[in-house]
């Protein structure tokens, strides 16, 4: 096997994240196609994580996101992560690591198998009476249950957690629960707090009603499959270490999943490339094809 080179993946994200001038997303429908060819993408990145971000993509290059707000790029950044998912076009909202992930509409059943729930909207009571849930989450998801989607600044009177300090700490981080968990979804923004600005949030089961019963035949093992290569496939190679900082998965299910993969000579295992810190998995398609190959001098 030939190791491919710090380079050579370097240049295959660049293609595949789009981040150079000449593969720029210019509009919301280029917008899309970029986040149904990655699959698994944030808005704007992460320390320490390597994923597509639609802030790239749009900006066709590596410049940060700047401080001020009278950006173009930066302004349909801001745009577009609010109207594709109101349309159910993808999924947005915070996921994996607990940061706000993009989710395309057809990698969505997969990661729906990985969460607690069967498509009940009644199972968070199981959850919650095995401590799998906490206090805070259990009052927001009954609100919405009962009373419908709701602006965040309404949400935090009617699950009686408004305010600031550390109650503001609980009801944020009561969101994040419910979202990594796929209980709740952004499904809108709304002009109901002092800023004018708010999302709306409903139950993830109301906003993608046909989602529970897609990922019913997948299990376990095959969303985890679906997930590591779409990543994998994103960034060509990554260290199993790195790997398992991002999704943070139980090392016996780990353990497994690599060993499946190699088994199907889906990926490559334990490859040595210089410029990344221990042993990396690479996507064994990428190798096969030649995407991987040499970098054009520029």
């Not at 109207?83 to 059943?109: C, Q």
């Not at 305010?163 to 009801?171: E, I, L, M, T």
């Amino acid at each position: 096997m030939d190791r491919p080179s710090l380079a050579q993946i370097q240049h295959h994200r660049d293609r595949r994240f789009r981040r150079l001038p000449e593969l720029k997303v210019h509009n919301e429908g280029e917008a899309l196609a970029f986040l149904n060819s990655v699959g698994l993408a944030f808005l704007f990145g992460a320390k320490g994580v390597t994923m597509p971000t639609l802030w790239g993509a749009i900006a066709g290059s590596h410049r940060p996101p700047p401080a001020h707000h009278d950006d173009p790029d930066l302004g349909r950044a801001w745009d577009w992560k609010d109207t594709l998912p109101a349309r159910r076009d993808v999924f947005y909202g915070a996921l994996i690591r607990g940061k706000p992930t993009f989710v395309s509409r057809a990698l969505l059943p997969a990661a729906y198998a990985l969460s607690p729930n069967y498509g009940d909207p009644l199972d968070y009571l199981e959850h919650y009476e095995a401590g799998l849930l906490s206090v805070e989450a259990r009052r927001i998801y009954e609100v919405l249950l009962n009373q419908g989607a709701m602006a965040t600044s309404l949400l935090r009177q009617a699950a009686g957690l408004a305010g600031g300090g550390a109650v503001a700490r609980r009801f944020n981080a009561a969101l994040q629960e419910l979202q990594m968990q796929l209980r709740i979804a952004k499904i809108g923004i709304s002009d109901a707090s002092r800023w004018g600005y708010a999302y709306v949030y409903d139950l993830f089961i109301r906003h993608y009603p046909e989602v529970p019963e897609e990922a019913r035949s997948i299990s376990t093992d095959a969303a985890m499959e679906a997930l590591l290569l779409c990543h994998l496939e994103n960034v060509a190679a990554e260290s199993e270490n790195a790997l398992l900082r991002l999704f943070r998965w139980e090392p016996w299910e780990w353990d497994r999943l690599i060993a499946r993969l190699v088994a199907r000579e889906a990926i490559v295992h334990e490859v040595e490339i210089e410029g990344i810190r221990g042993r990396a998995c690479v996507h064994a398609g990428l190798l096969s094809s030649g995407a991987l190959a040499k970098p054009e001098r520029r």
